[in-house]
């Protein structure tokens, strides 16, 4: 069993930038895949990224270039740098783990999901 607490969520004006974190409890993190999807009032739950290791990370086209995910083995975390931050990209953000194999681009793919951090982009 895996637990997923997010945090770094908040209020920020547009252009401008957040991190978040994710923090896993349990063994062997460095085996998942983790991932962050996040979901506007009304809509459905949309990839952002994902990261295999250090080397294999993968971006929505809407969030490439301004979003760099990355993750610390050590410390059980993976983050969300957020820069350029527009109106659109506020949603509620949710971390997951990806347990084996799957498209990680697809939410039924995971296994296990924290409980979402509120980010809100004013114009």
């Known amino acids: 069993q895996v637990q997923l607490v997010e945090s770094g969520g908040g209020l920020v004006q547009a252009g401008g930038s957040l991190r978040l974190s994710c923090t896993a409890s349990g063994r062997s993190f460095s085996n998942y895949v983790m991932g962050w999807f996040h979901q506007a009032p009304g809509k459905e739950r949309d990839f952002v990224a994902a990261i295999r290791d250090g080397s294999n990370t993968y971006y929505a086209g809407s969030v490439k270039g301004r979003f760099t995910i990355s993750r610390d083995n050590a410390k059980n975390t993976v983050y969300l740098q957020m820069n350029s931050l527009k109106p659109e990209d506020t949603a509620v953000y949710y971390c997951?783990?990806?347990?084996?194999?799957?498209?990680?681009?697809?939410?039924?793919?995971?296994?296990?999901w924290g409980q979402g951090t509120q980010v809100t982009v004013s114009s």
């Open positions: 997951a783990a990806l347990r084996g194999g799957g498209f990680y681009f697809r939410s039924d793919a995971y296994d296990y």
